[in-house]
């Protein structure tokens, strides 16, 4: 059987580009070395328990790219989210509360602060008729995309300045530091003193542009009913559809090259796939160095493939819990002290600290109870650890522990058995650094100086987190970027 393209691996990008050029009438074909698609989006199943390889929030749910994709095979909508209304930051100084509506502020000289956002709003919104709130909505919805043209210009001024260095010059206040070097590593891999400012302005505009009027902005944040793999399976059920083939437990070997052009892959079996497109969701520095090889790229292309800095690797604990023991969904504990020292100790020092780590969790099943059976509760956390750290893995796993305790008490208490996966379980679903996110969003790396999707073998693509010039977001959202515009630029150009 021909095929217009084939995609090396079925992560987010690689179903988004397989929508993208399924929808367009292209024969796809989609070679997955797992036994489920959806890499590090994919869910298990462990006694009643649906466990995601993360603990994620994703940005634009059902009104971002992955319905954008979706929309390309006629799936819109076929994905049900949970929108986010319950967040959690557990400080050893000051612990944060978003109940959905209103703000809770701790331990601040012993007194709680209440902050009435939500609540506020909804009043002005009585006193607003609602057609002039609404109009004044749309308005903000349409200007969007002008607004992002506008600031484009002024992000890239901040390519080469480190969120970090930024926030220096306006903040001294360390527990607003720490909050800030949790949520941007959660969300680019990289300590503040590497991530590039612009980045952080290309999200929020990015997730900006996501809104429509009429909607709650809290819809912009959602969880995935079914679980993370629920956004990759209904991308290739649509591919199928429009009558491409997705392979499961199918390992690639390499790419075949002839003439400077990709023909096609040989797989492990010893078959070879013809097409004059071959898409890799694999890895930018494994597609170079392992799928096709050096001798096939200028020396000087070759070596800056490879001194890619990738984004960090991750730990996670994935709880399973006898009993409900909290109502909260996601959220962050940040332990006591300047996160700088002990980020520095983790990225450049190769260390494990010996302090609880700062963690991001998630209860999924309070988001969707099909995901653990009744009357049981499932936890998440996921936080830092390098791959080449010098320290044992181990290490970390009590550690960890503790800090899911710290924010989330009674978790030890209750937990029916537990599982901690460390890098080297990544590294069977991914790039060999086991990177949580793929390549790091750090100043010299973001906007133009990103990598092009198009390599320079003629027909060989790259898609996910590492490749696309200009391509920016949060993890997931960003994966399914890259592969719809790598693969609209195919569309419109052979």
Known sequence: MSYDAIIIGAGLGGCAAGC?????????????????????????????????????????????????????????GSVKWHYFNKLFIGHEDVKIDFNGSNIVISGMDKEDIEVYAASGMQEMMKLMPG?????????????????????????????????????????????????????????????SWMTATSEL????????????????????????????????????????????????????????????????????????????????????????????????????????????????????????MQKPITDLEWGFAIP????????????????????????????????????????????????????ESKDDYSKMEPLALDSVEYVIPGFKENLMWYDFLDPSTYIALGEQLAPAVGLAQCVGQVGASRPSSKSPVEGLYYVGGEAGKNISGIATDMCTKSGLACADYIIQNT
Request: aromatic residues 6%.
């Open 20 to 76: 993208a050029l399924a929808g367009a009438g292209k024969k796809v074909l989609i070679l997955e070395r797992m036994n489920v698609v959806g890499g590090r989006c994919s869910t298990q199943e462990r006694e009643g328990f649906k466990l995601d390889m993360g603990s994620h929030m994703v940005i634009g749910s059902d009104h971002g790219s992955f319905e954008d994709a979706l929309s390309r095979v006629g799936k819109q």
């Open 336 to 387: 006591d002290g300047d996160l700088v020292p002990y980020y520095q100790k983790l990225w450049d020092g190769h260390e494990i600290p010996d302090a609880r780590p700062p963690i991001m969790f998630s209860v999924p099943s309070n988001m969707d109870p099909s995901l653990a059976p009744e009357g049981k509760q499932l936890i998440i956390a996921i936080g830092a650890l390098m791959y």
């Open 131 to 191: 057609e002039l709130m609404n109009m004044g909505l749309g308005m903000m919805g349409q200007m969007m995309p002008m607004v992002s043209a506008m600031v484009a210009p002024i992000a890239e001024q901040f390519d080469n300045v480190s969120i970090k260095d930024f926030m220096d010059q306006y903040m001294k206040w360390t527990m607003a530091s720490d909050i800030m070097m949790l949520l941007q590593f959660a969300m680019y891999g990289t300590p």
């Open 201 to 320: 302005i290309r999200t929020v505009l990015g997730a900006m542009e996501y809104y429509k009027p009429g909607m709650n902005p809290a819809e912009l944040i959602g969880y995935p009913m079914g679980g993370l793999i629920s956004i990759p399976q209904k991308m290739c059920e649509g591919i199928q559809e429009k009558g491409g083939e997705v392979r499961t437990s199918s390992n690639v070997k390499r790419v075949v090259v002839e003439g400077g052009n990709a023909v096609g892959v040989e797989l492990d079996s010893g078959e070879i796939i013809n097409a004059p497109i071959v898409i890799s969701n694999a890895g930018i520095k494994e597609t170079v160095a392992e799928l096709v090889g050096d001798d096939q790229f200028d020396q000087s292309y070759s070596q800056a493939v490879a001194g890619l800095i990738p984004g960090v690797s991750a730990f996670c604990v994935r709880g399973a």
